[in-house]
């Protein structure tokens, strides 16, 4: 059954996804910030059962990390939108990662929440490489160069392809990372095809929530008016 929330493959995505092996046993890395402002610069959001969907038809997906700054407390309803969310994707089968947020003082003097999961994310890549000898490729959905030495760690044993986009302005892609990686993906071509129907009132596949999950103007969406309940997330550390 075709749903708003269904992934079509066609002819076009199977050009854009060429680069993924078939049975390649695949991990595939999110770093939420970087991969958003990525997704605002194009003007569009994910629809992330569409991506998994996508993943899963391309190749052997093994697991999906996707790395978060734990919600600040500082604004509740914020933070409780976050929440419902990310509950959302652990219960649509992606391993949300937490990092504590953490505040520092900017150049004025200013308390700014740190906001990066670089160090959190390639722990975890590596250790999982190098702690399952069956996956032979990593999918990392980031355009930032601080993960360029963690792909040339990796390359020995599992081909890296990198997802992000060097189309808008501001790029959110280093040159160096998409030089490095052994494939690259380009986060505008995949729009019309995983965009995120906001209009969509159900969220069909694995999830019993009964309302779509709206974007918030900022950050993550926010599953808004859930009829049922979905199971709690769970801080997942990096071992």
């Not at 999110?30 to 959001?45: Q, S, Y």
């Not at 947020?101 to 999961?117: A, E, F």
Request: charged share 25%.
């Amino acid at each position: 059954m075709l749903t708003q929330h269904t992934f079509v493959p066609n002819e076009q995505t199977d050009i854009i996804f060429r680069g993924l092996r078939k049975n390649a046993r695949t991990a595939v890395f999110i770093d939420e910030a970087n991969i958003r402002n990525t997704e605002r610069a194009l003007r569009f959001n994910l629809d992330f059962i569409k991506l998994r969907q996508a993943f899963e038809h391309y190749t052997d997906i093994s697991s999906l990390n996707y790395f978060v700054v734990s919600p600040s407390s500082e604004n509740r309803r914020d933070a409780s939108s976050q929440q419902k969310f990310y509950e959302w994707m652990e219960f649509n089968e992606y391993r949300v990662h937490y990092k504590p947020s953490s505040l520092r003082s900017d150049d004025d003097g200013v308390s700014v929440n740190k906001t990066n999961v670089d160090s959190e994310l390639i722990t975890e890549a590596m250790r999982l490489v190098f702690s399952d000898r069956s996956i032979s490729q990593i999918i990392l959905m980031s355009g930032d160069g601080d993960y360029i030495s963690m792909i040339a760690a990796l390359q020995p044993l599992a081909r890296c392809i990198v997802i992000s986009s060097e189309k808008p302005a501001p790029v959110h892609l280093s040159r160096g990372l998409k030089k490095k990686c052994d494939c690259f993906i380009d986060l505008a071509d995949m729009k019309p095809y995983l965009a995120h129907n906001r209009k969509a009132r159900n969220l069909e596949g694995k999830t019993d929530v009964a309302s779509a999950a709206e974007h918030t103007t900022e950050i993550a969406p926010a599953i808004i008016g859930a009829e049922n309940t979905v199971p709690a997330a769970t801080s997942i550390g990096a071992g």
